[in-house]
């Protein structure tokens, strides 16, 4: 079964940074996507970074471009999400997505439960 189990999340003044891991297991296959979305009660969901794992290729959604990075550590399969200068409304409830049948970024099969995320003003 593919599991995806995500961690990190904290209370961290506005400024501040959080690294978030998403631990991936039971894709067989060498190429697949996994992504960070994020949920805030009243917000619709939004894709926030995306990686292929097999190219190393990347996506980030506008608001997030030059303070969060997403990276691969293949050694321990796991998916990273650095967030850097993080300010309140990045505040949500962040969980990781995998999709193996694309690879895209764009069709996801699987989805991890979530970690929180609160920025303090």
């Known amino acids: 079964d593919v599991q995806l189990q995500a961690s990190g999340g904290g209370l961290v003044q506005a400024g501040g940074s959080l690294r978030l891991s998403c631990a991936v297991s039971g894709i067989s296959f060498d190429e697949y996507a996994i992504a960070w979305f994020r949920g805030a009660p009243g917000k619709e969901r939004e894709k926030v970074s995306c990686i ?3 190219d190393g290729s990347t996506y980030d959604e506008d608001s997030v ?4 990075t997403i990276s691969y550590d293949k050694a321990e399969n796991t998916v990273y999400l650095q967030m850097n200068n993080l300010k309140p409304e990045d505040a949500a409830t962040y969980y990781c997505a995998a999709d193996v ?6 069709y996801f099969d699987y989805y991890g439960q979530g970690t929180q995320v609160t920025v303090s003003s």
């Open 101 to 106: 049948a694309t690879a895209t970024c764009f």
């Open 65 to 68: 471009k030059g303070r969060f």
């Open 52 to 54: 292929n794992v097999f």
